[in-house]
Each structure stands twice: as C-alpha cells, then as structure tokens.
C-alpha cells in the first residue's frame, strides 16, 4: 500500500473521534454539489475484486490520484469511506446470501463507511435503515455508492450513536468496528443494553484483528459464516487471508 491509502489501512491503531453535534442526513437532502463532484473525481467505480461484485462502489484504486499523493494534502477527515474494509465485505456478502436477515427488518449500520452494509440491507428488503458514520463526507459518499446501485439513499445519521439510547431497530451491523481495545469495551457495555432493552440481534464482521481476537467480547460470539478473502483484498490487508461473520450472544 502507498501514500493515503497506507496510513489509513492502520486504522486499528486509531479510535473513533466524537461529535457532539446532532446531525441527519434524509433522502431529501441534497448534499453539497462541490463535494459530490470531489469525491467523484478523486474514487473510482469499483467493487468487482471484492466478496460482493454486485455491488458497486466509490473507491480508492490504483488509478486515483491520493493511492500515492502525501496524506496531508487530504483536505478532509481520513476517508475511512473510500476503503473497503474486510469485515464490512464478510458483513455484506453474509446478508446478500441471507436476505431474510434482513427482510422486513429495521436495520442499524454502525460505522458504516462506503454504505456497503446499509445497502445490501435495503436490496434485502430491510424495512427501514440507518447509516451511522461520524464523517459527513461518509453520508455522501453513502448518497453516491446507493445511487450506483439504483436505490434510495438510507438515512444518515452522523452523531457517535455509540453509547446512546438505540430503541426501535431490530438488527444493528457493525463491520470492522473492533479496531482499538478502548472502542471495543464501549461497544462490549453499549451492545449489551441494546439487546437486554430492546431486543436487538447484532452481527459484527472482522477479519481476526488483534484487537478482535484477544477482547472479552470474543467469547460471546457465534462464528455464522467465514469468507476467504480476494488477493488484491489480501494484499491491501497486511496478508489477512479469510474474514467472518459472528453473532452476539450475550448469554454465552
């Protein structure tokens, strides 16, 4: 990896920023026409050397100008959005494959990225879903990535939803989110209320991070699905060779 796309590859040394600030994103948004246009420029189309080829999506590729360029010459937050990360692939190809996960349900994406996860719940007739990321740029490259797949944007919400009152969704997503011990305590505790107060199923994908493997969280989790990982993913991942689907099951 080089250049932008090498710093951010190591986001399991990196936790979460928060926000304060209450902020949504609706489908009838129309979010700012400069920055659709920068990000259009700056990714490609992309999605076929991926576990979910039916999908398509704005990427960093070899062909973009920031897989070399300095990372400071990036004029936003780090594009989290324009990778597409392991867990999150293992994540939408397990609810592709297995539509009626999804089906009629209200779907939480946490962390949610390029969208991927968010979308494969709508093309799986999840009733209503949210994309939760902290980058606004992510909320409009989730708008752009739902328009390349012919669907309706979800609704964005770009608060840290981590830790707050989750009520009202049946099925929360998280890909790639146990990157950095502290986050994955908070996650531990915050998963826990949304099950015993309402119910809630969670599916996490990961690729076997550190992070992942050695947290008290580990053991409450039932392995659903493994998926071997692309070489050109393999390659962009430090050698990662399968990623997973778990189910949390707090009464392991």
């Not at 692939?89 to 996860?117: E, I």
């Not at 999840?126 to 012919?150: F, K, Q």
């Not at 969280?217 to 399968?242: F, K, M």
Request: net charge negative.
């Amino acid at each position: 990896m080089r250049g932008l796309l090498t710093r951010y590859v190591k986001v399991s040394t990196t936790a979460l920023k928060q926000t304060n600030r209450r902020r949504c994103l609706s489908n009838s948004c129309r979010p700012d026409e400069h920055l659709r246009s920068f990000i259009a420029e700056n990714t490609e189309a992309a999605g076929g050397e991926s576990l979910t080829p039916e999908i398509r999506l704005r990427l960093f590729t070899p062909k973009c100008r920031f897989w070399r360029e300095r990372p400071e010459l990036w004029p936003f937050d780090d594009p989290y959005w324009a990778i597409y990360w392991p867990g999150g692939q293992a994540l939408t190809r397990f609810l592709l494959d297995n539509p009626g996960v999804c089906l009629g349900k209200r779907v939480l994406d946490v962390g949610s990225g390029c969208g991927a996860s968010a979308i494969a719940a709508k093309l799986c007739g999840a009733a209503h879903v949210v994309a939760n990321d902290i980058d606004t740029v992510a909320a409009v490259a989730t708008h752009m990535n739902c328009e390349l797949n012919g669907l309706e944007p979800p609704i964005c919400v770009m608060d840290n939803m981590i830790g707050s009152e989750s009520g009202g969704f049946d099925l929360i997503l998280l890909g790639d989110m146990f990157y950095d011990e502290a986050l994955a305590t908070s996650l531990h505790s915050w998963l826990n209320r949304c099950i015993e107060t309402h119910g809630a199923d969670v599916l996490i994908g990961d690729p076997g991070r550190a992070q992942f493997e050695g947290h008290d969280i580990r053991r409450l989790l039932r392995q659903l699905a493994e998926y071997e990982l692309p070489e050109s993913v393999r390659e962009e991942n430090y050698g990662l060779t399968c990623s997973s689907v778990w189910r949390y099951h707090p009464e392991l």
